[in-house]
């Protein structure tokens, strides 16, 4: 499949997911804006993605941050067609061993808890909320929002990162239905397990971590639905280890 003259944005882009999906994008043809708090790490992801990509400093807990970024990216590519609302951070910020000593919520500092909310839900919000306007108003456009298993949502141990995934879920689908009718479409993805990325504690055993997918998975259904054969597809919840049975189902 091929993206030439697509035009993608990709939140939080320079390790793990968003990185493999940018590589992903890149590779089919794609013009990727990958974002990170720091323009350092945003340029030096994207130099490591070739010439069609560029790095844009972007906090998308801060509005003008987002603002400014979302400026900077139109005036680079002259449009959007497709954003990823990736960005997120992990337990290892609230608790480094929370696979082999998960801490209850009311021993989590309420600093980490805003951290992880702001920068996955807030994240979420403000970047869609910059981009999507325009979308519409140029007649068309495309949001992925990247989720988690359900079962990671309400996994002991697990907040805030949890609770946080659950809201960019909500969202989602509230996103979707107002979206409904409209020449912008609204879909979730993830990765349907977990996958090996800085988010999975230095201290997992050998055998949990050989049971971790490869970030790569989240290549063939993200450059799918930039494509043209995602045509109209909407509001719908795709998940990467079962993409190619969903696909041939449809």
């Known amino acids: 499949m091929r993206l030439t003259g697509t035009r993608v944005v990709v939140t939080g882009a320079t390790s793990g997911l968003g990185n493999a999906m940018a590589e992903a994008l890149v590779e089919a043809g794609a013009r990727v804006a990958v974002t990170s708090r720091e323009r350092s790490r945003a340029e030096a992801a994207a130099v490591a993605l070739g010439p069609a990509a560029v790095g844009i400093e972007m ?85 992925i929002t990247i989720s988690m298993n359900e079962q990671t949502m309400i996994r002991r141990g697990f907040v805030p990162y949890g609770p946080a995934g659950a809201a960019v879920e909500a969202l989602a689908r509230v996103m979707a239905a107002d979206l409904t009718g409209s020449p912008v479409t609204a879909n979730v993805l993830l990765p349907g397990g977990a996958t090996a990325t800085g988010m999975v504690p230095d201290d997992v055993s050998p055998e949990a971590r050989a049971t971790l997918l490869d970030p790569a998975i989240m290549g063939p259904p993200i450059v799918w639905l930039a494509s043209d054969e995602a045509e109209g597809i909407h509001d719908e919840r795709i998940i990467a280890t079962d993409f190619d049975d969903w696909l041939a189902q449809r």
């Not at 910020?93 to 009311?106: E, K």
């Not at 980490?112 to 702001?118: N, P, R, S």
Request: glycine share 12%; aromatic share 8%.
């Open 59 to 143: 906090d998308v807990r801060d509005n003008t941050s987002v603002h400014a970024g979302a400026d900077e990216i139109y005036e680079r590519f002259g449009g959007v067609d497709v954003l990823v609302n990736n960005a997120g951070i992990g337990m290892r910020t609230v608790n480094p061993r929370f696979l082999t000593d998960p801490q209850p919520f009311w021993a989590v500092a309420p600093e980490g808890f805003l951290d992880v909310l702001e920068t996955k839900v807030t994240g979420c919000f403000l970047v869609a909320r910059a981009v999507v306007p325009r979308m519409l108003a140029a007649g068309g456009g495309r949001v």
